[in-house]
């Protein structure tokens, strides 16, 4: 014959230090949120409402919206992007569309004749910044891109996308500052072997 199950009973009502009066949470939440409306009238880091688009808030250099181009100097003849298509293979979307510019015998110029890219299909992942070995193209800061045209105000060309060096600086100043200290170091290298091969070869036709 089984043993009767054990008599379970009711645990005792908890101390009367434990309670609290019902709603006083509300009513803490209320009081936090009426301090800190009151003090966005007269504190500035409380001021955290934007007029837009009379203001707009100052966007964090991390922020990262589509793709763009950079150049050098002025115009497009100063375009960086050598149209290896590393950044065409690598786009997980394949928005990317690009073309190699030749001149009249075929041979490479090394600069793109089409430059594409679909942004109704960019995912915004910056895999093409990442794996770009020429430092020519970022992720731009730009958010205000709404067009009526779904076909042709969603492609942008090179045109489109180029932006001087000065906008990257503006955009991204610890980068920008960054990648000119390191394209200064490998050109000023590239110009010390120069000098230093034209030096051999002027000191050997000498000995001749």
């Not at 008599?7 to 009081?31: E, F, H, N, Q, V």
């Not at 966007?59 to 919206?65: E, G, Q, T, V, Y």
């Not at 955009?171 to 072997?193: G, Q, S």
């Amino acid at each position: 014959m089984e043993s009767p199950a054990p008599i379970t009973r009711a645990s005792s009502p908890p101390p009367a230090a434990g309670w609290s009066l019902p709603g006083i949470g509300l009513l803490k939440g209320m009081y936090v949120t009426a301090v800190n409306m009151i003090q966005s009238f007269y504190r500035k880091d409380r001021m955290t409402t934007v007029q837009y688009p009379e203001q707009r808030a100052p966007i964090s250099p991390n922020f990262r919206n589509f793709p763009f181009l950079v150049y050098d100097g002025e115009g497009m003849a100063g375009l960086r992007c050598t149209a290896c298509s590393i950044c065409e293979k690598e786009c997980p979307p394949q928005c990317i569309y690009i073309v190699l510019d030749r001149d009249e015998n075929g041979k490479s110029l090394k600069r793109p004749k089409v430059f594409d890219i679909d942004v109704s299909v960019c995912m915004n992942c910056g895999i093409c910044a990442e794996v770009c070995p020429f430092d020519s193209i970022y992720m731009d800061g730009q958010y205000e891109l709404s067009t009526g045209d779904r076909f042709g105000g969603l492609l942008f060309t090179k045109e489109t996308l180029a932006r001087s060096t000065d906008y990257h600086a503006k955009l991204r100043p610890l980068e920008a500052a960054e990648v000119a200290a390191r394209r200064k170091a490998e050109e000023d290298k590239k110009l010390a072997a120069q000098a230093a091969k034209e030096a051999k070869a002027k000191a050997k036709a000498n000995e001749g």
